[in-house]
């Protein structure tokens, strides 16, 4: 059979050696979703978000709040029930569009020996005509076909190892049990200290400049900041201040750190403890405009000077949640 | 310009982990401080009082100025708590000096007061962490040693040399702290040790970090013209300066300069009429080995970078031209935070009056004292004569 798509992405990780997450892994479904999306799109600014959202594969039943949050946009979305037949299902659902576009999200979770967590994100145009990509039992381009066994039609995907959804910072830092316990419930309150608090309401206020770096412009004087304030930092102006997206990648370091054990704030004890140090960085997105920002990966890979890429990430757990945002990698 | 009011009095419980209470500890500074006023003050006379604490752990932080107020012995005198984090101490002393200047209340104490050291490692890391921005530097998981880290990094990538002069502080004020009998550390340190030590957030190791300590301190000021009333060598405070700048260090277009400090600086010296090199020692906010250097070079000692050759030439020993920290500092005194400002000018009181015993500064005339608030949100300069 042969499937039209205007376009499609991938984001695979490589699995771990013994092909289990790493304990400190700050990925999960919705991360993978979430950097599969930026890749089927990565102009800055984004454009329009899709009319719809088809979900399929290993994501948090908290992905179908937070993607359209990542989107900004109260884009409807269906979750399209695992086990055998669910991709072939999903792309009908995702076909069966009559009008405006349509976002399909396949997540894997790496199941079996060698399987890298892998995620798909096509988009489907209703009344386009195929430009000439097929799905054809697989993706057309070849880094999606090789990150992607789970889009061949027919693929099953089921719930295997939910508990990875939640379970991977659990505060006794102790690996998530294999197995169907999908619940495992992050500790309510997070570790007692909270010395990175930050009030839920506050962090949703912030998520578009949290999630994808949306900053200011203001009208009078044309001065960009980071993040948005209610008054301008140049000219005091309190409007019109304009959304001004700001890039996701090609940053420029101009100041890190790594914390050794004992220097993070106690919601990363769990992190360092199964992770190690960790690196923090100060990354000028664009003349004058900076951001504070974790990094995602051994910190001996990023200095000084170095451009960044960012990718949407787990932070830590508070309250009982994950919360998300930025860090920073390796520029490709 | 003529004096705005003057230091009649001060106490200084030791620093360091103890296992005093903090009315114990308040008690103890603020008797010393009435002690040491050489014609007496007489406590009913003693108009108004200010507390500089963060309220650390929590133990009391709504109201805590009450007491000071039952501490010190003085029932029913008005009490105001100031709080800038690390600079709330500079911050009470600058406001006794308006509270003196502006109507004649009589003696002004002033108290600074932090225990840290009687909550869990856990809170204690919260604790440490309040006084900067959460919503960003908090959630990218540093606490200020990272903030100072980043800080710190960005000073080396520009002036390469400069990890000598971080170690030198180190050694230094350990050196000085050594002399001191009411500081936290009272030893000695080696470069080695510095350099080899445990990086808490690299480039900056445990011996770049000012420690976690109780402590209070007391000061006791009335109006310039009155101060020969209580004692024959008051020391004048002729000029206080404050600044602020943003929470967060991602938002200032410098990392390496703090611009709170610079606009206090600059205050403190026009009130005081005086140039920067009638100064004859500096009490400077060394939280960080690289807070040092960033002292030097914001109050306009140095330009930026040259810090490093002012300090590893031995300039800021105290036997050099211009000592910075004869008290140990920060760093090696301990850092209980409301106290610190308040301490620096305690110290200021005995060098300048000749009375730091074998820490003493060859015949100081002048000092200023240099207090920062969390990674320099907000920051106050004091500059100070005798006779």
């Known amino acids: ?332 | 310009m003529g004096h705005r009011a003057a230091i009649v009095g001060a106490g200084h419980t030791r620093f360091g982990v103890l296992d005093a209470g903090p009315r114990a500890l308040l008690r103890g500074a603020v008797d010393e401080a009435f002690a040491s006023v050489d014609r007496g003050v007489d406590r009913a006379r003693v108009g108004e009082a200010f507390l500089a604490t963060l309220g650390f752990g929590g133990w009391q932080i709504g109201n805590s100025a009450a007491v000071l107020a039952e501490e010190a012995g003085l029932p029913g005198v008005p009490v105001t708590r100031v709080e800038n984090a690390c600079a709330s101490g500079g911050s009470a002393i600058r406001a006794a000096v308006r509270a003196v200047q502006e109507r004649d209340v009589g003696p002004v104490l002033v108290a600074g007061l932090e225990k840290m050291t009687d909550v869990t490692n856990a809170r204690r890391r919260y604790w440490l962490g309040v006084s900067g921005d959460t919503e960003w530097e908090r959630l990218a998981g540093l606490t200020f040693a990272g903030v100072y880290g980043l800080i710190a990094s960005r000073y080396l990538a520009d002036h390469p040399a400069g990890r000598e002069a971080l170690t030198e502080v180190a050694v230094k004020n350990h050196e000085n702290g050594a002399l001191n009998p009411k500081a936290h550390f009272q030893k000695r340190v080696r470069k080695e040790d510095v350099e080899r030590a445990t990086r808490v957030a690299d480039p900056l190791g445990l011996y770049d970090c000012c420690p976690v300590s109780d402590g209070a301190a007391a000061l006791l000021l009335v109006p310039a013209d009155r101060a020969k009333e209580y004692t024959d060598t008051p020391v004048y405070i002729d000029g206080v300066g404050a600044g602020s700048d943003s929470l967060a260090v991602q938002e200032r277009p410098e990392l390496t300069r703090f611009g709170a400090t610079r606009w206090a600086a600059d205050q403190a010296f026009h009130a005081a009429g005086v140039p920067r090199d009638s100064i004859s020692f500096l009490e400077v906010h060394d939280c960080f080995t690289i807070a040092e250097l960033l002292a030097l070079e914001d109050l306009g000692y140095a330009p930026p970078g040259g810090a490093v050759a002012m300090t590893t030439s031995g300039e800021t020993r105290r036997d050099g031209r211009r000592p910075v920290n004869p008290d140990g500092g920060l760093k090696a005194k301990g850092h209980p935070i409301g106290a610190t400002g308040v301490s620096q000018a305690y110290e200021v009181f005995l060098q300048l009056r000749g009375a730091a015993g074998p820490r003493q500064v060859p015949h100081p005339e002048r000092a200023l004292t240099h207090n920062v608030g969390g990674a320099g949100a907000t920051a106050n300069v004091t500059i100070y004569s005798v006779g």
């Open chain 1, 1 to 332: 059979m042969a499937l039209e798509f205007d376009r499609a992405a991938a984001y695979r990780v490589p699995p771990a050696a013994g092909n289990r997450r790493p304990a400190a892994s700050d990925e999960d479904g919705f991360t993978l979703a979430a950097t599969a999306l930026e890749r089927l799109d990565p102009g800055v600014p984004p454009g329009p978000p899709p009319d719809r959202l088809v979900l399929v594969g290993d994501l948090p039943p908290s992905a179908e709040v937070d993607l359209p949050r990542f989107f900004g946009s109260a884009v409807p979305v269906e979750r399209v029930p695992g086990g055998r037949g669910a991709v072939r299902r999903a792309l009908a659902t995702a076909r069966s569009t009559s009008r405006g576009t349509v976002d399909l999200v396949a997540v894997d979770l790496g199941n079996g020996p060698g399987e890298p967590d892998a995620a798909v994100a096509v988009r489907f145009s209703a009344g386009q005509e195929p430009d000439g990509s097929v799905l054809d039992g697989s993706i057309a381009d070849e880094e999606s076909l090789s990150a992607a066994p789970l889009l061949r039609v027919g693929a099953d995907l089921g719930p295997r190892h939910p508990s990875r959804w939640l379970g991977d910072f659990r505060s006794d830092g102790a690996s998530p049990p294999p197995g169907p316990d999908v619940s495992t419930p992050l500790p309510a309150e997070g570790p007692v200290s909270q010395g990175a608090y930050v009030p839920k309401a506050r962090y949703l206020e912030n998520l578009p400049s949290r999630w994808r770096f949306v900053g200011q412009r203001c009208g009078a004087c044309g001065t960009v900041g980071f993040p948005p304030r209610g008054r301008c930092r140049s000219c005091g102006a309190t409007s019109p201040l304009e959304p001004f997206p700001l890039p996701l990648e090609g940053g420029t370091v101009v100041a890190m750190t790594t914390i050794g054990p004992g220097g993070q704030p106690t919601e990363f004890d769990d992190q360092v403890a199964a992770g190690g140090p960790y690196g923090v960085v100060l990354v000028e997105l664009m003349p004058g405009v900076r951001v504070t920002l974790q990094v995602a990966a051994d910190p001996r890979s990023i200095r000084i000077g170095d451009r960044v890429a960012t990718r949407l990430r787990r932070l830590y757990p508070m309250e009982g949640e994950w919360r998300y945002g930025r860090k920073a990698v390796p520029f490709a």
